[in-house]
């Protein structure tokens, strides 16, 4: 069993940057990839970006190439999501999951475990 916990929301204006957080917990995350998705009110969830747990290779939705910019830090099991360049459409509760699955995949029911989301609010 992963355990995912998000932190590091926020209100920011727009055109600001923020850091959002994903602790992985896990005795046996040996492969698979993390990803992260976000929900905005009345819309389905979306995906974000995602990172190959071992090759560390990556994957962008068109929307945010070029803003955000994943990443893992392999001595805290933490996985980033640098974000910058914020617009007021970015705002959505941002999930961090996890599967074991090889290559990265871009839609929610490809992934096993998730996070409990962090609130991202970018005001105009």
């Known amino acids: 069993q992963v355990q995912l916990v998000e932190s590091g929301g926020g209100l920011v204006q727009a055109g600001a940057s923020l850091r959002i957080s994903c602790v992985v917990s896990t005795r046996t995350f040996s492969n698979g990839a993390i990803g992260w998705f976000r929900q905005a009110p009345g819309k389905e969830r979306e995906f974000v970006a995602a990172?190959?747990?071992?090759?560390?290779?990556?994957n962008y939705a068109d929307s945010v190439k070029g803003r955000f910019t994943i990443f893992k830090d392999n001595a805290k099991n933490t996985v980033f999501l640098q974000m910058s360049s914020l617009k007021p459409g970015d705002t959505a509760v941002y999930y961090c999951?996890?599967?074991?699955?090889?290559?990265?995949?871009?839609?929610?029911?490809?992934?096993?475990?998730w996070g409990q989301g962090t609130q991202v609010t970018v005001s105009s």
């Open positions: 999951a996890s599967n074991f699955e090889y290559g990265l995949k871009t839609t929610p029911d490809r992934y096993k475990n």
């Open positions: 990172i190959g747990w071992i090759r560390e290779n990556t």
